[in-house]
């Protein structure tokens, strides 16, 4: 079995308390690994190396070519032990063979474009400045000692996401994995100590609620960086704001995905599908409502249900296998109370709804396909997380935008249509923070990414998810040094 400990200030240590958790595979339920999990003590101790490190200005002050190398190390690092990641994020997470393999490279290349980004120049003299009077400077500085808490979704991938931009931008940080998939976030501890990054810079710990909030609240923190649910983004904001914390915050969606009477349906059918069935609906992003015009409603639901049952059913370590498990007991658990819930809502089940034959040791949840469903049932309102796909019916696409943005979130959303200047119109209408036009899930590390509404704070990836480790400085530099011109002065100050 494999064994991992607690990464603090560049050493793995057990908890102090000498506690444990284990990793459980959801395709069979077996246990493949133990893991040290970390006190609140242990947590203390975590954020006092990440302060000492910034504090001592070994990362903060080190040029910044310096840190772009040492960045682009660990991306190197991830990319030459992508293979046992991928082995070790599928056993964890029920990630697909396909899926993860992707994981795997868009993590080194998220690694990749922030090693670049940390040789940007935010610096610039403000047009206020005038000769002989004063120069007028902004510059950006590291926010400081940063605490990034992750999910289970995409376990490398979410950890590369914060940590990458915190180091480009000269922070340190602490580190907490989701407790399901903490395992793929110790290994790429290892993969970190044996680059030439500082001890102390970044830090890795395990752990549920009291760890988090000890990372949230602790006063020698100063941003928190989330990734998860809206309900615990709101107890996140809730804690953090006692000490005025800076936040990122990326939640929820319930992302709404509008099929045009004129579109592609060889595209728009499968797009769909990817959009919610991509990982078994366990996206952020996922497009969960599918809005169909009555004239095309009963064809696209039609060949849904068959596209739905080509589907492979299988192993995640199985090459070919398009649907795995869900990454645990309980969200199973979940995923099929909402069906149940859909159900009792009058929605009508299309195909799914349960666990597949020969599947019943393991963690997995059948595609599911509802119709007949209202915007204000809880199934086309409350994020399942899970392969739940919901068909509601629009008029126009006025009654389309209109139930698209009928909802509490707002983090993306897709239209399908041969007609691009139809689509953008309706692009630019749609309330949330991606759009995608004849496509899905596509993200570019080098645009932003985050929420409206209820669906985040702020802002990841490229140069504004950069910005967001940084604290905002103007510098004002006088140029008139003499005392009689500073004529402001005597409205206080009466001169000799």
């Known amino acids: 079995m494999l064994e ?39 947590t203390a101790s975590a954020i006092k190396a990440a302060r000492n490190a910034f504090d001592s200005g070994v990362w903060s002050h080190m040029p910044k070519e310096e840190r772009s190398a040492i960045i682009k190390q660990i991306a190197d690092k991830i990319k030459e032990n992508s293979a046992l990641l991928q082995e070790l994020e599928i056993k964890e997470s029920g990630s697909t063979y396909k899926k ?37 400077l902004l510059v950006r500085e590291p926010v400081g000692v940063v605490s990034a808490i992750i999910p289970w979704n995409f376990p490398l991938q979410m950890a590369i996401w914060k940590i990458a931009p915190a180091l480009a931008a000269g922070c340190t940080m602490v580190l907490k994995p989701a407790p399901e998939t903490s395992v793929s976030a110790l290994e790429l501890a290892k993969i970190i100590d044996s680059t030439d990054l500082p001890k102390g810079v970044v ?57 045009l009477d004129d579109a592609d349906l060889d595209l728009a059918i499968d ?94 949840v059948e595609p599911t396909l509802f119709a007949d469903v209202t915007n204000d049932m809880r199934i086309a309102r409350e994020e399942i997380f899970g392969p739940v796909l919901s068909v509601i019916k629009a008029k ?9 943005n009928e909802s509490s979130f707002g983090l993306a959303g897709g239209v399908w249509s041969k007609d691009n200047d139809r689509a953008l119109a309706l692009a630019k209408r749609l309330r949330a923070g991606t759009v995608w036009i004849n496509e899905w899930h596509l993200l570019s590390d080098k645009a932003p990414f985050g929420g409206y509404k209820q669906s985040g704070v702020g802002r990841e990836l490229g140069i504004e998810g950069l910005k967001a480790y940084t604290e905002l400085k103007h510098i004002h530099i006088d140029e008139v040094l003499d005392r009689k011109k500073k004529f402001w002065y005597d409205v206080t100050v009466p001169q000799d």
């Open 4 to 42: 991992y400990k607690l990464y603090i200030n560049g050493e793995f240590r057990d908890a102090s308390n000498k506690g444990t958790i284990v990793a459980v595979n959801p395709f069979d339920r077996s246990v493949f690994a133990k893991l040290a999990v970390a006190s609140v003590e242990d």
């Open 100 to 136: 993860s393999k992707d994981d795997m490279y868009l993590t080194y290349r998220a690694a990749s474009t922030f090693a670049k980004l940390a040789l940007s120049d935010f610096d610039e003299e403000l047009d206020i400045s005038k000769e002989g009077v004063s120069r007028n």
């Open 203 to 259: 830090n890795i710990i395990t752990g549920d609620a009291e760890v988090g909030e000890e990372m949230i609240t602790n006063p020698m923190v100063d941003k928190v960086a989330f990734t998860g649910s809206t309900e615990i983004g709101r107890k996140v904001m809730c804690l953090a704001s006692a000490t005025m914390k800076k936040i990122t915050l990326e939640l929820g969606g319930k992302s709404a995905s509008i099929i």
């Open 271 to 364: 797009g769909s599908a990817y959009a919610c069935y991509f990982h078994n609906g366990q996206c952020c992003v996922a497009g969960s409502r599918l809005i169909l015009p009555n004239k095309i409603h009963d064809e696209v639901v039609e060949r849904l249900k068959n596209k739905l049952g080509k589907m492979k059913i299988g192993d995640p370590m199985d090459k070919e296998t398009d649907i795995g498990p869900l990454v645990s007991n309980k969200h199973q658990k979940r995923v099929l109370e909402y069906i149940e819930i859909g159900k009792k809502e009058r929605a009508r089940l299309v195909c799914g709804g349960g666990v597949p034959k020969g599947f019943e040791r393991g963690c997995y």
């Open 396 to 404: 126009d696409d006025e009654d389309a935008i209109r139930i698209a």
